[in-house]
């Protein structure tokens, strides 16, 4: 059974910083396309950040460029979303996502990964 768990979610002010851990079971992620999506209330599930599985070249939405950082421990079979200067916009929930292939497509779309896990609250007050 895949299971992808999230962790490291929580409540903090505007400037600080969460260190978001996805840790996955059942199914090995590396060389595989991964992505942090997340979903505010009222609004659609975005994604914001993937990481090739080849390569391992990082991308990300503008609005969190610079900001946040996705990596990859091959050893742990865990992807990282650090994120610092947060924001309130930065608010919702936050899931890990994983694909079946080793590309990330052009634009991040739900419908392109296979696994997801069950999200972890960040909320940032200002």
């Known amino acids: 059974q895949v299971q992808l768990v999230e962790s490291g979610g929580g409540s903090v002010q505007a400037g600080g910083s969460l260190r978001l851990a996805c840790a996955a079971s059942?199914?090995?992620?590396?060389?595989?396309?991964m992505a942090w999506f997340r979903e505010a209330p009222g609004k659609e599930r975005e994604g914001v950040a993937r990481l090739h599985g080849i390569g391992n070249e990082p991308d990300y939405i503008h609005s969190v460029k610079g900001r946040f950082i996705i990596s990859r421990d091959s050893a742990k079979n865990m992807v990282y979303l650090q994120m610092d200067n947060l924001k309130a916009d930065d608010t919702g929930m936050y899931y890990c996502a994983a694909s079946l292939g080793p590309w990330c497509m052009s634009n991040l779309r739900r419908g392109d990964f296979h696994y997801w896990g069950q999200g972890t609250q960040v909320t940032v007050s200002s």
């Open positions: 059942g199914y090995n992620i590396n060389e595989k396309c």
